[in-house]
Structures are given as structure tokens and as C-alpha cells.
């Protein structure tokens, strides 16, 4: 199997859903000689802020010395870029060779009158694989959905779990109070392994910022030599679609905001750096987000609104989004795609009617966004 062979194949698992529970990535990893009790492990669940804080305390790591594996989800810019050794993506030629076996394996389980795993189930035992093989220093890992019942969820000891930001989302799977979520997060609290808990004081990346450090701190206590890396590793890190600048003329800024508790963090940042700029959105988000919410949030802090319809099956419609936030904006426009509202948006600027542009809302539109914007821009 090659490399546009595996992609394929991953692309044809995503029929099999998204189904919490441990009983098949379990089945899974002990006919691959469970890779994932060859790891050391810090562990993350949260619902805001597990990406930007594991990027802290990586480039904490790495500045140290040590040697670093990442696994983390959703994908923004790159199709490898959520498994990384070292910031350095998984090559395409170890996509396919794990990718020939865990197919192999996959069809196994089946004929076996087993579930098949689920495209995450196979992407996280590929993340395991990779990292048993390179031996590493210490892996991070990203729940994919709340903590308990989430595919990462199967390493017996590990060096520490993080628990970051906990709000609603994914309420239906989790619970529909904050104390079920956290409970539910809290799930990866095995054999009473240290804990960090993110803060609840400052903006998102303060927050962030000091959970990575109490974290880093934790394993220093483990033999890890990173007191001295700390201030270095913070000012280094790099966490792309994170309030990231990509044009300073006009100011254009993406975020991937997809929740309530993040766009109230969003506000926040707006309310601190940018109280006296006029701010065009770009805003396209999933159906099953709380859109309602984040309009009541959010909707009002705009000179205008351009909504989309993200690329991807559970997107909600432009119109639909642009219907909800009217209710808080008198200036909302429903665009046909991606490139339109960009266009537009930079044309605001242009005309003095716009100070700055912040796109915002489900990571799967940063990538488009970005592109767009460069070829726009660049013209």
C-alpha cells in the first residue's frame, strides 16, 4: 500500500462514525502488542485550550533536550500534522506501512464478528506504533472527545494528566452539565498519576501559558531537567490557528473559536488588544455547535459579519448562520463560499470601512480561510 492508497483507505473508515467506547481500540492495539504501554505519557482532556497547551510544554521539552511525540486532533493545515515526533510530521512512507497493517489488522477484528475500528481508533494506534518504534523521551496525547470512553484512553500509568478549560460542548455525548463533562474529562485519572489543572484567571493563552508551566514543573519533580527551558520553550512556541496573524496589512487574523467557552475567550482577547478597532468576522461553524450561544456572545462585537458553510458534512448553512446572528448584528451577509466572504472582506479594509479581520469558527475552515487569503492578497 502506498501512501495516496492509505489515505484512501483512512477516508473509507469514516463510515464506521465516531463511537465512544474501549472495548475495540483495546481489541485493536493487543493484536499490534499494545505499542502504547511502550510510552511515556502525559495525557490531555479539556474542552478549550488541550492544543495550545500541549505546544507549550512541548516546545518546553524540546528545548531541553528531550526527544517529543504529539498526537492531537482535529487536523487544520496538514493531513500528517497531528502526529509528530520532535514537531516533525510522521513521513508518508510510515503512513503507509502502519496503514498496510492496521487495514490487515482491521479486516481481522471482522472476520473475528468484531466491530471495525473507527478512523480515529486507526489514526491513534498509528500515532502508538510510530512512537513505540522512535522511542522517545515522552509523548503527548490529545483526547479526541471528552476523557472516559476517548480512544486515547488505554494506557494504564502515565506521567501526568492535564485537565485544561472544561465548558459545554459536545453536550450529548458528555453530559449536559459542567460537573458531567469534568467528570467524564477526569476519566484519564488512572492509578492517582499527578494532575494539573488549567486556571481560571486571565486570557486563554495566559491560561494556557501557566498550565504548560505547572505541567513542566510536575515532571520536574519526575527527574525531567526543564526549570531551566521554561522561558525559552513559552517564548518559542508556534500554535498555528491560534489567534494567528497571517497578513498585517490589513490586519487578518484566524482563530479556531468553535464553542461557546472559546468564543468567550475570543471576546476577551478583543476586549483587551482590540477595544478601539472596527473588526470584520468571517464566521462558518458546525451544526452541532451552540451557534445560538455563541451570537448572544459574540455577535455584537462586529462592524459586519461574513458567514460560510464550512466544508464538511455536519457544516451548517451560511443562511442559517447568518439568520441567528442578524438577532445581534444589523450588518451580517450570507456568502456563497469561502473566497467571497474573504474578498469582501478585504475590500472593507480597503475602503476604510474595516480596521482588521478576524476569522473564526470550526478548524476545518482555518485551512481555507488561509489559502484563500494569500491568493487574494497576493493578486
Not at 112 to 132: N, Q, V, Y
Request: glycine content about 6%.
Amino acid at each position: 500500500m502506498n501512501y495516496k492508497e492509505a489515505r484512501e483507505y483512512l477516508e473509507s473508515t469514516n463510515k464506521y462514525g465516531s463511537i465512544l467506547g474501549l472495548n475495540t481500540i483495546k481489541e485493536l492495539l493487543k493484536r499490534l502488542d499494545n505499542p502504547q504501554d511502550k510510552l511515556k505519557v502525559v495525557h490531555f482532556a479539556g474542552t478549550n485550550g488541550k492544543g495550545s497547551t500541549m505546544a507549550y510544554l512541548e516546545s518546553i521539552l524540546l528545548c531541553a533536550g528531550y526527544s517529543v511525540g504529539k498526537y492531537n486532533s482535529p487536523v487544520v493545515f496538514d493531513e500528517r500534522e497531528n502526529i509528530t515526533v520532535d514537531k516533525t510530521p510522521i513521513s508518508e512512507e510510515d503512513v503507509a506501512k502502519y496503514i498496510t497493517t492496521l487495514k490487515k489488522v482491521s479486516e481481522e477484528m471482522v472476520s473475528d464478528d468484531l466491530s471495525h475500528p473507527t478512523r480515529f481508533e486507526i489514526e491513534t494506534a498509528m500515532a502508538f506504533m510510530f512512537f513505540a518504534e522512535a522511542e522517545l523521551d515522552v509523548c503527548l496525547i490529545e483526547c479526541g472527545m471528552g476523557g472516559r470512553d476517548d480512544a486515547t484512553n488505554v494506557f494504564e500509568d502515565k506521567l501526568l494528566a492535564v485537565i485544561t478549560n472544561i465548558s459545554l460542548d459536545h453536550t450529548k455525548e458528555l453530559g449536559e452539565t459542567i460537573e458531567e463533562i469534568k467528570e467524564n474529562k477526569e476519566g484519564i485519572i488512572k492509578n492517582n498519576c499527578p494532575v494539573v489543572y488549567a486556571g481560571t484567571m486571565g486570557s486563554i493563552e495566559e491560561i494556557n501559558q501557566e498550565t504548560a508551566i505547572r505541567a513542566a514543573e510536575e515532571l520536574q519533580k519526575q527527574g525531567f531537567k526543564l526549570k531551566k527551558f521554561i522561558d525559552e520553550g513559552i517564548a518559542e512556541t508556534y500554535w498555528p490557528g491560534r489567534m494567528e496573524t497571517i497578513c498585517e496589512e490589513p490586519l487578518f487574523i484566524i482563530d479556531g473559536a468553535h464553542n461557546p467557552g472559546a468564543v468567550l475567550k475570543l471576546r476577551d482577547y478583543i476586549d483587551l488588544h482590540f477595544t478601539n478597532k472596527t473588526i470584520t468576522f468571517i464566521m462558518g461553524v458546525l451544526a452541532d455547535k451552540d451557534f445560538a450561544e455563541e451570537a448572544n456572545i459574540i455577535g455584537k462585537k462586529a462592524e459586519k459579519i461574513y458567514t460560510i458553510t464550512p466544508n464538511n458534512n455536519r457544516g451548517l448553512s451560511a443562511n442559517k448562520l447568518s439568520d441567528v446572528f442578524s438577532e445581534y448584528n444589523e450588518n451580517v451577509v450570507a456568502t456563497k463560499s469561502i473566497e467571497e466572504a474573504v474578498e469582501r472582506a478585504v475590500e472593507d479594509c480597503k475602503a476604510n470601512e474595516s480596521d482588521m479581520i478576524i476569522a473564526f469558527g470550526s478548524l476545518s475552515i482555518l485551512k481555507d480561510i488561509k489559502e484563500a487569503a494569500n491568493k487574494i492578497l497576493n493578486s
